[in-house]
């Protein structure tokens, strides 16, 4: 599933094509269309120049020049691909957006969970009330209050996108295992020494993976070990346990984050 670190190579995609303008666009699958018929997308987007993406969690946004914002959204197998406008589709190949200068943008998507909005300014407004700070931008104290109010699993906190925006269920294992947190603990019980541990553990751990465009599945890592038929701790050597928090298959070493 596409997390911040992925989102922001996508935005990084979408950058390369460059601040070129929309000729015409193709939409090979309405289904990845959210409250957006194909005609008021052809509508409202042709013609227009690309402004500067940006991301905030998982969300993607691309304001157009002086209209709306087309605003991405990559669900479990969503991606987005800047190509040369004479390069073969791919199978999954949705939404396509043909640029001046024989480039195309691409919204790639196999199981359609998620898909392309276009809203304008107040739009927007409603989609960032519903989330949580950037986790890229979180400092140490906003970390501790945000979690601190929350009665659940420190790990359920971590993925709501309303608490902190861009975690996903890789990301915050690799968290809490660097940061030697049990899954279960309540986010409300955790020390000030724990809270520290954690703000730590989250921007090493981002800026690693937005590096390399996704969560690295190095044998470092928790990451490159829990799909291992019989998972063993990078750290200690031990079996890794597994179990289901929050509706999500959860990873965790029970000496190191016991």
Request: proline fraction near 5%; hydrophobic fraction near 35%.
């Amino acid at each position: 599933m596409p997390e911040l670190p992925d989102v922001e190579g996508f935005r990084r995609a979408l950058s390369a094509c460059g601040r070129r303008y929309v000729s015409d666009i193709e939409v090979r699958d309405a289904g990845v269309l959210r409250g957006l018929t194909v005609k008021r997308l052809r509508k409202e987007g042709e013609g227009r120049r690309l402004g500067r993406a940006w991301r905030h969690g998982k969300w993607l946004f691309a304001p157009l020049e002086g209209g709306p914002t087309l605003v991405f959204h990559f669900g479990m197998t969503g991606s987005l691909w800047c190509c040369s406008r004479d390069e073969p589709f791919a199978a999954h190949d949705r939404l396509v957006l043909n640029l001046d200068g024989a480039r195309s943008l691409r919204y790639r998507d196999q199981r359609k969970l998620q898909g392309v909005q276009l809203v304008g300014e107040a739009g927007v407004g409603r989609l960032l009330d519903r989330l949580g700070p950037d986790a890229l931008a979180v400092d140490r104290e906003e970390l501790a209050d945000l979690l601190s109010r929350r009665r659940g699993a420190v790990k359920s906190a971590l993925m709501d996108q309303s608490v902190i925006a861009g975690l996903g269920n890789l990301l915050c294992d690799e968290i809490l295992w660097r940061a030697c947190v049990a899954p279960r603990t309540p986010a409300r019980d955790l020390s000030g020494t724990a809270y520290r541990r954690l703000h730590a553990a989250m921007g090493r751990v981002l800026r690693s993976s937005v590096r390399a465009g996704c969560v690295p599945p190095r044998r470092s890592w928790l990451t490159g070990r829990r799909d291992d038929s019989e998972p063993l701790c990078p750290r200690c050597g031990r079996p890794l346990c597994s179990s289901r928090i929050g509706g999500r298959r959860t990873v965790w070493c029970p000496r190191c984050q016991s």
